[in-house]
């Protein structure tokens, strides 16, 4: 693509980017909008507390695992080919979900929706990114990109919640396919088709998938079960060390094969390594986070589920409210400033509840807003960094790379304070009521798994920050039109 050929504002990229939003949304629904239909599931279906885990776990784990495969091959194949074999896979597996009868066959069309996932969400900030050539209007549309996404991840319990009150459960699902078509018509009419000049035609190597994949899955499965079964069981450890020795297993093989699935020296270029830092930063933070704060309004507070969703309202306010503020904002101070300005408010978000959080909701409030601004900023600059650190034909794998780090770093986010929980806290954490030692046991609880998500997304933030020092930061423009 010539640069003549890029739209010069996002009004005129309007149609692509509807589509591609579209694409983003699905993924973000589909994050959230079952939660708050599993025990409706689990009744309809007689699933068993392991079956409902696996309904939402098949999807993320599938999702995760599945990312850098296929990021591979959109950016051998096609990237819009690829997205839309995906939408069109979504739709279909959204379908099937009006025929399922069983916990098993559930979990199987959320799998196969974790798989059209991969193949598409990465897609979406590839393609935004590809579509422009001016760095501001990038920014521009993967805020508003991932805007919509956000908007739907905040809805979707409530929604749902609503949906139930008046429908079946899948009703929730059968919504991606009147969703997937949008996005389909989106990609199709304002996405140029795949250019053979634009892709590379290296195989894809079998085994380095293999192994990059499996790494994956692992690594997104212990997590869950260093929460469920506690740190105590040799499962989590099990599945841990697999996952390390998958790793290393990856790398070696990344570093001898001749055409290799993921170009390690690509990963190591400070854009890409310091923007992946800050991703994984980011993801260590929210989920982590997330899970503690929602824990202690409900548990040891005694909020109501919707008292307790009102209580994380701070942070889905900055999150939806942020969005215009984005591009100014870097356009002032530059990528690199505002990708480690970001990156640091998360930091300060995380020691504020370490030390403050104990004591009453406004140190949560404060910690929730700080992190979601920080999120904000440092998320989306991040994200581009990693593209704008590529060649131009591996922006897919880049995609797939951020979106990979995001989904690792949550899972490890969440095993970090699920395992602290079940190393202090002694009885069943859910059983009410506390006696008064458990509610000390919680709170040092949340103060150790604080301070343990601090110092290691600090440590992130600060290897990113000695990454990139140095690297050229070109501000980005601000075209007048919109």
Known sequence: MSTTDHPTSLREAWVALSGLSAVFLVEMLDTSVLTVALPTIGRDLEASTVALQWVTGAYGVVFGGSMLVFGAVADRFGRRRVMLAGLVLLGSASLATAFVTTAAELIAVRAVMGVAAAMTTPGSIALAFRLFADDGLRVRATTLISTVGLVGLAVGPTAGGLVLAVAPWQVLLLVNVPIAVLAIVGVRRGIAADRDDDLHRDPVEVLGAALGTATIVLALVAPTLFVDRGAGSWAP???TGAAVVGAIGFVRRERTARRPLLDLALVARPLVSGGLAYKAAAGLA?????????????LEWGWSPAAAALGMLPQVVVLLAA?????????RVGFGRAA???????VVGLGVYTVFGTHGYAGVAVALVLVAAGLRISGVVAAVNVLRGLPENRTSIGAALVDTAT???????????????????TGTIATQPWSASQVVEFREAVTIAGGVLTVAAAVFVGWAMLRTRGVADDRASAPTAG
């Open 340 to 346: 480690w300005s970001g990156a640091v408010a998360i």
């Open 323 to 331: 969005g215009p503020f984005v591009h100014p904002y870097v356009a």
């Open 286 to 298: 929210t989920a982590g986070l997330g899970y503690v704060v929602t824990l202690q309004l409900q």
């Open 237 to 239: 450890w099990a599945a």
């Open 407 to 425: 989904e690792v770093s949550s899972g490890a986010g969440l095993a970090v304070a699920g395992t602290v929980l079940a190393a202090v806290f």
